[in-house]
């Protein structure tokens, strides 16, 4: 099946194209930092995590949202979700392959990671969450290319098949469950020490990563022959709802126990983000963004009727998508380094070369969905025809 890679319309091949150019341009600013180290990025003592750990952290909750199309459909029989379960299986491909891609960057050197595997530690979190992250990427990737090759050949796909299926359901949580208790588990950093982390991680997951679906599967409706049927875009928007609701409350959560609390290390990071410390308000357009954009996703969400417009549909999307990268992707993790153990406000700040290796990494995301689904579409085309 990897030969329908190969040829495409002129739109398909722009798009690679396009991609491609990102990649190299985010390979080239990668030299820079091989040959220069970590020095050329914003990351320094007091923020040592940036933006390739808040990017990572996000990817796992887009992948982990597989989970909410490949649960209904394999266990439940909801066959609405038969043409989207694919999209979905191969969106958490391209998400995990990020994921380790920002990893690797961060390390400043790849090989570093080999010392996880040569010199295992169980009970590190670090060591499960690359044994989980590598054991959800080849899942996926099993799962994914034999259902499609099974539907191409007009058969079902084979009993052991059916076996991972029922090991990646538990897995996909487990991917975001040993990422959020990697963070939590850090007593030096008390802005992340709440027992609902790994509950806020995967609600937020559940609710961003099947909004991004929902854009992915209307947008290859528009371009290709291949629609992925509203039946399922609506039961899954129902999913992105209940999740965006409950993350949200997570949220509020957080504050209800900092302030009325008064927990001071748990306060000042969250004035930090949203108001300002000490004259340093880096992050606050950010965060209150965020607020403006979760607040207008639970509002367009909320009532029925308005989701059956496709563009207000298209609106709400984006809004809880973006709510949830700016929350976790952007304020979570650099929240809690601000500020530091003395504290001391110490603003990270991203350069050049650390946005265009984070671009590069992305476009190379989208490169690999863009293939994944190529090949899935023409399949189904196929088997249609």
Known sequence: MLERALTGSARYKRLLGGLGILMVLGFMAYLTQWEHGLMITGMGRDVSWGIYIAQFTFLVGV????????????????????RI???????AIASVIMCIMFVLVDLGKPMRVLNVLLYPTLNSMLFWDVTVLNGYLFLNIFIGWNVLEAERKGTHYPNW?????????????SIHTVTAFLIAGLPAREFWLTAIMAARFLASAFCSGPALLILLALIVRKYTKFDAGMAAIHKLL??????MFVSVFFVILEFFTAFYSNIPSHMETLKYLFVGLDGKHALVPFMWLFVILAVAGVVLLLHPDIRKNEN?????????????YLDKGVGLIVGGFIPNMFGQVHQYVPTVPELMIAIGIWATGFFVLTVLYKIAISVKEEVRG
């Open 63 to 82: 992948a982990a949202s597989a989970v909410m199309v490949v649960l209904p459909y394999y266990i439940h029989n909801v066959k609405e979700f038969g």
């Open 161 to 173: 098949v059916k076996t991972l299926i029922y090991i990646s359901i538990p897995w996909a949580v």
């Open 238 to 243: 129902t999913i992105v709802t209940y999740a």
């Open 85 to 91: 379960t694919i999209l979905g299986e191969f969106l």
């Open 312 to 324: 207000i549909l298209i609106a709400a999307c984006l809004c809880v998508f973006f709510s949830m």
